[in-house]
């Protein structure tokens, strides 16, 4: 049992910074990747941004050159950085695990609020 816990959500203003937080425990064999999605009433859960072990990472357009990702390997935690934050960047984020056996673990999701 793999168990993601995140923390770092809120309300800010546009144009300002989060640092969203996801730590991993339990029954971790091996990670392949983690990665942050988020969604919105009505719409799908959409990938934000994604790192390997091998640190190569991934970024919806949406964020690029505004979010960074970074994990910390020895501590099974993932980060988002969030700067420049826009209104639509509103929704719930979720943390998501993948091992090496394919096997998915997701967070409870934290709230980032932006207002205008």
């Known amino acids: 049992q793999v168990q993601l816990v995140e923390s770092g959500g809120g309300l800010v203003q546009a144009g300002g910074s989060l640092r969203l937080s996801c730590a991993a425990s339990?029954?971790?064999?091996?990670?392949?990747?983690m990665a942050w999605y988020r969604q919105v009433p009505g719409k799908q859960r959409e990938l934000v941004a994604d790192i390997t072990s091998g640190v190569i990472t991934n970024y919806a357009d949406a964020v690029k050159g505004r979010f960074t990702i970074s994990r910390d390997n020895a501590k099974n935690t993932v980060y988002l950085q969030m700067n420049s934050l826009k209104p639509e960047d509103t929704a719930v984020y979720y943390c998501?695990?993948?091992?090496?056996?394919?096997?998915?673990?997701w967070g409870q999701g934290t709230q980032v609020t932006v207002s205008s």
């Open positions: 339990g029954s971790i064999f091996a990670i392949r990747a």
């Open positions: 998501n695990l993948v091992t090496i056996l394919n096997r998915n673990y």
